[in-house]
């Protein structure tokens, strides 16, 4: 059984007059859909266990600006990245772990020519550092001896910022057998939800792209498709749904994944 | 003599249609918006080494690359075989070089093997388009143009070669016969005596047969004709290259150097509007203050962008570089789900627009002629922009580092921040963010339940 666990956010933090380590910047999707939530406690988990001193935001985190950005709306991105950053550098915040690669690659890109210089990594990159460091160990237990992982590229990740291997390293934690989709690392076909796709119908065409996607995920026969993204697991969980495979494949973060590895939840 | 003087002219003919389009272009290309793209130039030179010269995207699909390499290096290292030609044709010598001897025979022969290679990857490149009818090469945007640019080009280098290769296979029989007179102590005419042994025939002594039969004036007519075609079709290629998508040849370079360094995720911050919202957001900013001297007579600068002039130079480069071969295309995830957005037909579409605006420009005395058109709308539709997951999958497929993706963002940029026009789901989206601070309508103030579920686990 998971334990209580307490996540202080940083004007707790600083009203106690300490800093931490890291900030665990959460998202949007991570904040507020029910299902990215669960990655987010994974997080918050994995962190706990490691010893990692991190805070939110809480409601003091707003919408990086990505999905605004991408659909041509440079002004509402900027409001919302000079108001993030205002609060960011006003808790003089160094480091940033984030939960979504889209929230990776904008603050790592795009904030630091409005004033926001912070060194930020996605969650898998930092979660193998973890275990790098010998912080984080994963329990004997064989919760995935024997099972087949396939990881799905999140294109903000990968192709965005050339991240190709952290992920992979971690899944390799796991005594499970990694597979490959055809469509791997720099030839990854997207999950469909990028580019502010996530929040419209798609355009007419014969054929979702969540679905091509899950189609060849599900060529491999794997029980897991592990996502790096919040965006991807809907799109992929979706797919599997359609594919009626949900009983036998499951769609999972790399953080739940370790979470559960490591008997966290 | 006759012959030098019409060489001349012909040659001259050749490189100042060449220069007057090379030109043309690059005013078209000039058209575009300023961009600094002078920084680091190192990683600039490595990444034209890798990607133009060392073609290293190329090989990322290992049959099709490994054959446009041939042709590459045939194309290329045959030149040398070009500026012997042009000395000779300029002096009236015959094969002016042939001095080097066993080095000479060396080129020749290298440069038989290289045509020989050529022919064969052409042949191959010609049966996948029109034999085997690879996919990428019939989509919608290859109209009938498009689609004979790249069998013309494919037919005329296979003409080429096989110029080349026949007159070096007249050329070895004639230096037969040469010598065969020497030995009988035979009277040798001045044409003949041109033809002293020089060079290897590797490939070409199988072309000899063709022409055995022939007498020595036959020999050394067909030898003097496929000379000319030779030459004439080379500078006829250089003409034509420059209104081609074979002008990629020469463009590959520029543009791998001028390359976007940074990450692929990383869009540009618009300048222009960080300017407004830092006003907007600054309580000591005066609304109504003068504006800076310097910004008073430039008028104001479109938000993104509407039609091609509106574009960066380097988005133009691009759009002159693109070799129309589909990769970006066949990785792009809307495309392979039948959407209608082709990132190939992106770069056609800027490319064409920009060609008609430096046409109007041309045509009207230095100005351009509102005609009415933009590359948005009436060559891009917003279907296809909306289409996009801005995945960077033709970015990263493209092998001389062309990026659609920003073209297409430039484009969105406009349709939001000129025309406010989006679908609604995506307008619904900004209200969110403007309201609650996220893409849905939940209440900021829920943003850290998730903790509080945490505390009670
Ligand atoms: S970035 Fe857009 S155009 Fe390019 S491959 Fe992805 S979806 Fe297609
Ligand atoms: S943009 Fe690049 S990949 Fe696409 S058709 Fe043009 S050259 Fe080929």
């Known amino acids: 059984m998971s334990q209580a666990i307490h996540v202080p956010t940083m004007a707790e933090m600083v009203a106690k007059g300490e800093t931490p380590e890291v900030l665990f910047w959460v998202g949007c999707s991570g904040s507020f859909d029910d299902r990215a939530k669960k990655i987010t406690k994974a997080i918050a988990r994995i962190l706990t266990h490691a010893g990692v001193k991190f ?134 076909l997207c999950c469909g939800a990028g580019g502010a796709q996530m929040f419209k119908e798609a355009e007419p065409g014969n054929k979702e792209v969540n679905i091509e996607r899950t189609e060849e995920a599900l060529e491999l026969k794997p029980n897991v498709i592990a996502t790096g993204c919040p965006f991807c697991n809907t799109m992929m969980t979706d797919g599997v749904k359609n594919f009626e495979k949900e009983g036998s494949v499951d769609v999972k973060d790399i953080a739940e994944l370790i979470a559960e590895a490591a008997d966290l939840l | 003599m006759l012959e030098q003087i019409a ?101 020749i022969g290298s440069f038989e093997i290289l045509a020989f290679g050529v022919v064969f990857s052409c042949v191959i490149f010609l049966l996948r388009r029109n034999v085997i009818r690879i996919k990428r090469f019939h989509a919608a945007e290859m109209t009938k143009w498009p689609t004979s640019d790249a069998n013309i080009i494919l037919v005329v280098e296979i003409l080429l070669m096989f110029a080349f290769l026949s007159m070096n296979a007249c050329d070895g029989l004639l230096q037969q016969a040469l010598s065969a007179s020497i030995a009988e102590g035979a009277e040798v005419s001045t044409q003949l005596s041109h033809y002293v042994s020089a060079g290897s025939f590797p490939v070409s002594q199988f072309l000899m047969p063709l022409y055995d039969g022939l ?71 005066d609304p109504f203050a003068a504006p800076a001297p310097d910004a008073a007579d430039a008028p104001p600068a479109r938000f993104g962008a509407k039609d091609a002039n509106d574009l960066t130079w380097k988005q133009l480069m691009d759009s002159y570089s693109c070799t129309e071969c589909g990769r970006c295309t066949s990785q792009c995830p809307a495309n392979q789900t039948g959407k209608l957005l082709s990132p190939r037909k992106i770069m056609m579409d800027t490319r064409d627009r920009i060609e008609e605006i430096g ?87 829920d943003r850290g339940n998730w903790t509080q579920e945490m505390n009670e686990a």
């Open chain 1, 55 to 188: 805070a939110v935001l809480g409601a003091e985190e707003s919408c990086t600006g990505d999905p605004a950005k991408r659909a041509g709306n440079e002004f509402l991105y900027q409001m919302q990245a000079m108001q993030n950053i205002m609060v960011l550098n006003g808790y003089d915040i160094k480091h940033i772990v984030t939960g979504c690669p889209h929230c990776f690659n904008i603050m790592k890109n795009e904030y630091p020519e409005l004033g926001g210089n912070y060194e930020v990594v996605h969650h898998t990159q930092f979660i193998n550092q973890l275990i790098k460091d010998g912080r984080l160990k994963l329990s004997d237990g064989d919760t995935f001896k024997g099972k087949r992982i396939t990881f799905h590229d999140p294109c903000y990740l990968g192709r965005g910022n050339d991240v190709y291997e952290a992920p992979r390293a971690v899944l390799q934690q796991l005594d499970a057998e990694l597979v490959e989709m055809r469509r791997c690392k720099k030839q990854g």
């Open chain 2, 7 to 107: 060489f001349v002219l012909v040659f001259i003919a050749g490189v100042s249609l060449f220069a007057l389009r090379i030109k043309a272009i690059r005013r078209n290309i000039l058209l575009g918006r300023d961009l600094d793209r002078s920084d680091q130039p190192g990683a600039r030179w490595k990444t034209m080494a890798l990607v133009a010269l060392g073609q290293s995207k190329m090989v990322v699909r290992p049959v099709a690359g490994l054959m446009h390499i041939l042709i590459y290096l045939g194309f290329v290292i045959i030149n040398i075989e070009v500026l012997e030609i042009i000395i000779d044709g300029v002096t009236g010598h015959h094969r002016i070089f042939s001095g080097l001897g066993s080095i000479y025979d060396f080129l």
């Open chain 2, 215 to 285: 007498s020595v004036e036959g020999l050394i007519f067909v030898e003097r004709f496929m000379w000319w075609f030779h030459i004439v079709g080379i500078l006829a290629f250089l003409v034509y290259v420059p209104y081609s998508k074979h002008f990629h040849i020469f463009l590959a370079f520029p543009n791998t150097y001028y390359s976007n360094l940074e990450a692929k995720g990383a869009f540009t911050n618009m300048e222009a509007v960080t300017k407004e919202v830092q006003l907007m957001m600054d309580p000591s900013a």
């Open chain 2, 359 to 445: 046409k109007n420009i041309d045509q009207n005395k230095g100005e351009f002629k509102d005609d009415g058109k933009s590359l948005i709308r009436d060559f891009i539709s917003e279907e296809e922009l909306w289409a996009c997951t801005s995945c960077n999958a033709c970015v990263e497929a493209c092998p001389v580092n062309i990026d659609p993706l920003s073209i297409i963002v430039d484009l969105r940029r406009y349709l939001i921040m000129e025309e406010s026009k989006s679908p609604e789901s995506i307008t619904a989206m900004f209200n969110n963010i403007e309201n609650n601070g996220a893409p849905w309508a939940f209440p900021a103030s």
